[in-house]
T-cell receptor, first 113, second 114 residues
Framework: GENVEQHPSTLSVQEGDSAVIKCTYS??????FPWYKQELGKRPQLIID?????GEKKDQRIAVTLNKTAKHFSLHITETQPEDSAVYFC????????????FGTGTRLQVTL | GAGVSQSPSNKVTEKGKDVELRCDPI?????LYWYRQSLGQGLEFLIY????????KSGLPSDRFSAERTGGSVSTLTIQRTQQEDSAVYLC????????????FGPGTRLTVT
């Protein structure tokens, strides 16, 4: 089955700096890669996703890149703000009847003033 | 409209007792998922339901865990003979389609086994 690895497990950046979180996956059939943000004590929420037919997607201060050959994808947050502090999870899914999301272990991002 | 709801929000039970956790997905969502999140850990897949298809139970950690989804809507996750290692937050999510679709999570049920 799919295996998703996520690094780093914790990340501390100063407000205004950029943050990058990286994930690798094992199943070459995976073609959908969402990122979820979970604030302390709250439920995970989708912030951005990318499908395998594109290499990069941006939404304001967040962007995701995908390298299918190397089987890795990354989340980039620019101009970080304190409200970006949360745990971020990457995930991978393949289409078809057996598809489900396999999540990474999470990255705790702390944005300091 | 209403999001995914779960009940109870908190459950404290004694080791060896059975518990039932409930999930009400978003109306019209055909896919429903259960995950377990231990303190400070990631999301561990347990089971999913998709329409009338047989559920994927590949993530259930033992035969003490079972789940059902009645009428394609409400789902219950049952843990029999609870153990202390079952203590975690149990999250339910639903989506319009299986796989390549946003999953909307419920608030979770925090289970504590004493």
């Amino acid at each position: 089955g799919e295996n998703v690895e996520q690094h780093p497990s914790t990340l501390s950046v100063q407000e205004g700096d950029s943050a990058v979180i990286k994930c690798t996956y094992s199943d070459s059939a995976s073609n959908y890669f969402p990122w979820y943000k979970q604030e302390l004590g709250k439920r995970p929420q989708l912030i951005i996703d990318i499908r395998s037919n594109v290499g990069e997607k941006k939404d304001q201060r967040i962007a995701v890149t995908l390298n299918k050959t190397a089987k890795h994808f990354s989340l980039h947050i620019t101009e970080t703000q304190p409200e970006d502090s949360a745990v971020y999870f990457c995930a991978a899914s393949s289409s078809g009847t057996a598809s489900k999301l396999t999540f990474g272990t999470g990255t705790r991002l702390q944005v300091t003033l | 409209g209403a999001g995914v709801s779960q009940s109870p929000s908190n459950k404290v039970t004694e080791k060896g007792k059975d518990v039932e956790l409930r999930c009400d997905p978003i109306s019209g969502h055909t896919a429903l998922y259960w995950y377990r999140q231990s303190l400070g850990q990631g999301l561990e897949f347990l089971i999913y339901f998709q329409g009338n298809s047989a559920p994927d139970k590949s993530g259930l950690p033992s035969d003490r865990f079972s789940a059902e989804r009645t009428g394609g809507s409400v789902s219950t996750l049952t843990i029999q003979r609870t153990q202390q290692e079952d203590s975690a937050v149990y999250l339910c999510a639903s989506s319009l389609l299986l796989g390549e679709a946003e999953q909307y999570f419920g608030p979770g049920t925090r289970l504590t086994v004493t």
